[in-house]
């Protein structure tokens, strides 16, 4: 069993910046994906930016140059430095967690419980 916990949202103004973090416990070991998805009032969980345990990365292309994701294995913790954020970023971000190399949110096993991010105009 893992377990996921987040932290670092709140609410800015459109070009400000944030950086979430997530800590993973538990059996971590065979954990490979983790990554970061948001879901909007109404709107399916997407992927905003995954990392393999290796450090590939993969970012939405609504993200991509303004995003940054990052993992520290040893701590089993990953992050989400999130620059020039846009009303549009708003939405409850969640931390996933996947045995599989793949970030898609069908493969994820464990979830976070999720944090708030409000970006205002």
């Known amino acids: 069993q893992v377990q996921l916990m987040e932290s670092g949202g709140g609410s800015v103004r459109a070009g400000e910046s944030l950086k979430l973090s997530c800590a993973a416990s538990g059996s971590v070991s065979p954990i490979n994906s983790m990554a970061w998805y948001r879901q909007g009032p109404g709107k399916e969980r997407e992927l905003v930016a995954g990392?393999?345990?290796?450090?590939?990365?993969n970012y939405a292309a609504s993200v991509k140059g303004r995003f940054t994701i990052s993992r520290d294995n040893g701590a089993n913790s990953i992050y989400l430095q999130m620059n020039s954020l846009k009303p549009e970023d708003s939405s409850v971000y969640y931390c996933g967690a996947s045995y599989s190399e793949s970030s898609i949110r069908e493969l994820v096993y464990y979830w976070g419980q999720g944090t708030q991010v409000t970006v205002s105009s």
């Open positions: 990392i393999t345990r290796e450090g590939k990365t």
